[in-house]
């Protein structure tokens, strides 16, 4: 018998027999896996989930439960803070945010279905409160609905499509919504009758001709052949925590030492791959520091070591770090008069590198040639007073001079400041989830969401929060609902 492996289709015809059998096998049991079995259950398939871990989670359940909904005149929580928010809006700035790698047909038939989809959200039991929470906030912790959680309102995307806050997060208290959200989508898939498989490794998919008919998995250091007797979801995460995969796709990740994730090694696209899926933008990460806390914090200004800004800090946190790691060297300054100064957070890593009554004694202590950030401040202050930033289009209310001293230059080091990162880059898929070839046909059986897929968050330097559960939780429902209405 050939040995199972990640990297090579396992022939049907090999099977020594079959473990067991279901109409959907789903590989992963975080909010795209959970999504793919409620849908697939409710179109009648059986279903079972195969899960690495103990229990359900992955990083679905680390984040802040936010899913970026709009369009169709805006939802509940938009409509009642006076955002109306169009379908075409929804569908320009997705594609904005997905800059040269976003997928058309993603990103509108999303726009199309997001409020539709918010209800499918509430009908399988997440709460929502309904508010809306001005400012910039990483994520609520007083239960709030509503908030900004992208670039929306900053340039060029406001140029783009009209702004409106899209961050809808479940009714929670305190950080971490992700957990409350995958243990209400667990349970509507267990009542649904989804049967879940835990500690279960996956090393090879098993095809027939040309078709994905099964999985082979590791279980109690025991080979376990499952066949799927309509298809295969992939639903595996990304891999952020595969140092091999990221030195070969993704080297820029190791220029910063913290990746989100739970079991993101990439597991998934590596099976897509070996059936002959194509991996695109591989390339493509998140990253982000938390600087926006406090928000006071937005209103400075930002430099790299030879002095010279480089992005409009009004943007998305996000956006702010995923260019800061593009300049040269090791690390970038955050510059803040005392009026607009709070101490970081400690988990932020950030350190006072310089002080001064002017700019030039900061730029004198942090050793940066005479007339570099001081004339940079100089221009800044001076257009900020007449309400214009004619390099980066900063907008008011966050523009505004840095003039009242004693001034502050807080460092952001690569190396040893909070840089959290995941990676974006994954399997190509359809509209449909259907994984496909290098020709860009489905492959039968094989269906793919979340970020073991490029999805609707294909771009680092666009990203927007709750576009990632946004891409999980719908496309993960595609899949399911695909796979299930497939016919061998």
Sequence with gaps: MTEPNLHQLFPASEVPQWDSETDVIIIGFGATGVCAAIEAANAGASVTIFERNSGSGGASALSGGEIYI?????????????????????????????????????????????????????????????????????????ESTLIWSG?????????????????HVI??????????????LEQRARDLGAKVVVDARAIALIADGERIVGTVFRIDNQLHFARANKGVVLATGGFAL???????????????NSPIGDKDDGIGIMLGMAAGGDAVHMEQFFTT???????????GVFVNQAGQRFINEDCYHGRVSRVAVDQMGDRVYQLLDVAHFVQPLELAGITIAGTGDTWEEVEAELEMPE?????????????????RDPLFDKRAPILTPLDQGPF????????????????????????DAEVLDRAGQPIAGLYAAGRCTSGLPAWGHGYSSGLSLADCTFF?????????????
Excluded at 151 to 167: M, T, Y
Excluded at 371 to 387: D, I, P, Q, V
């Design 289 to 299: 520091c938390p600087w926006t806390m406090p928000e006071s914090h937005a209103y």
């Design 242 to 256: 595969n140092e091999d995969m990221r030195r070969r796709y993704c080297p820029e990740t190791f220029k910063i």
């Design 151 to 167: 670039s929306e309102a900053a340039a060029p995307f406001c140029n783009v499509a009209k702004p409106a806050p899209r961050g």
């Design 408 to 431: 502050i230059a807080l460092e952001l080091n690569f190396e040893t400041s909070y840089f959290s990162f995941f990676t974006l880059g994954g399997l190509r898929t359809s509209a």
């Design 371 to 387: 007339g570099t950030l001081s004339t940079t401040m100089a221009f800044y202050n001076k257009h900020a007073a007449e309400g």
């Design 70 to 142: 709009g369009g169709s005149g805006g939802s509940d929580a938009q409509r009642a803070a006076g955002f109306e928010d169009s379908t075409e809006d929804l569908a320009a700035y997705l594609k904005a945010a997905g800059g040269p790698y976003h997928d058309p047909a993603k990103c509108d038939l999303y726009a199309a279905e997001s409020l539709n989809h918010y209800q499918w959200l509430k009908d399988q039991g997440i709460p929502y409160r309904g508010n809306y929470l001005p400012g910039k906030h990483i994520e609520p912790t007083d």
């Design 476 to 488: 993960g429902r595609r899949a399911g609902a695909k796979a299930a209405l497939s016919t061998s």
């Design 171 to 184: 009714q929670h208290m305190g950080w971490g919504g992700g957990r409350p959200l995958i243990d209400i």
